[in-house]
T-cell receptor
Framework: GENVEQHPSTLSVQEGDSAVIKCTYSDSASNYFPWYKQELGKRPQLIIDIRSNVGEKKDQRIAVTLNKTAKHFSLHITETQPEDSAVYFC??????????FGTGTSLTVIP | ETGVTQSPTHLIKTRGQQVTLRCSSQSGHNTVSWYQQALGQGPQFIFQ???????GRGNFPPRFSGLQFPNYSSELNVNALELDDSALYLC????????????FGPGTRLTVL
């Protein structure tokens, strides 16, 4: 089955700096890569996603890049704000209708 | 918030018992997926239902089973509960597949004593 690894497990940045979270996956058939934000005690919420036919996608301060050859994808958050503090999960799904989350990154933005 | 609801919010069971968790998907969403999230970990995919048929499953034993109904509601059933089953159980609905945006419910916190 798929194995999704996520790094780092914790990340602290100063407000206004950028944050980068990286994930690797093992199943070359995986074709959809979403990122979720989960605040303490709340449900995961989709913040951005990318499909395997696209190399990069951007939505305001958030961007995701995908390298299919190397089987890794990354989340980039620019101009971080305190409200960006949360746990972020990457995920991968394959055409076999299986869905795998990474282990999560706890991001703290220091005011 | 999303239109996905779950019940109950919290549940306490003892080892060996059976439990049924419920989820109400957004109207028009044909796919529901269930996840187990242990404390401090990422959600683990249990299975997915599409139009009342299971069409994807993660690495969970057969004592985890489910049902999806035509009215956009679904159930997760767990038999012979074990202590390690203690976790937050999340359901998520999407239009037709994983590549459509998944909307998560608030979860059911299950404690097995």
């Amino acid at each position: 089955g798929e194995n999704v690894e996520q790094h780092p497990s914790t990340l602290s940045v100063q407000e206004g700096d950028s944050a980068v979270i990286k994930c690797t996956y093992s199943d070359s058939a995986s074709n959809y890569f979403p990122w979720y934000k989960q605040e303490l005690g709340k449900r995961p919420q989709l913040i951005i996603d990318i499909r395997s036919n696209v190399g990069e996608k951007k939505d305001q301060r958030i961007a995701v890049t995908l390298n299919k050859t190397a089987k890794h994808f990354s989340l980039h958050i620019t101009e971080t704000q305190p409200e960006d503090s949360a746990v972020y999960f990457c995920a991968a799904s394959n055409p076999g209708n299986q869905f795998y989350f990474g282990t999560g990154t706890s991001l703290t933005v220091i005011p | 918030e999303t239109g996905v609801t779950q019940s109950p919010t919290h549940l306490i069971k003892t080892r060996g018992q059976q439990v049924t968790l419920r989820c109400s998907s957004q109207s028009g969403h044909n796919t529901v997926s269930w996840y187990q999230q242990a404390l401090g970990q990422g959600p683990q995919f249990i299975f997915q239902y599409y139009r009342e048929e299971e069409n994807g499953r993660g690495n969970f034993p057969p004592r985890f089973s489910g049902l999806q109904f035509p009215n956009y509601s679904s159930e997760l059933n767990v038999n012979a509960l074990e202590l390690d089953d203690s976790a937050l159980y999340l359901c998520a609905s999407s239009q037709d597949s994983f590549t459509d945006t998944q909307y998560f419910g608030p979860g059911t916190r299950l404690t097995v004593l």
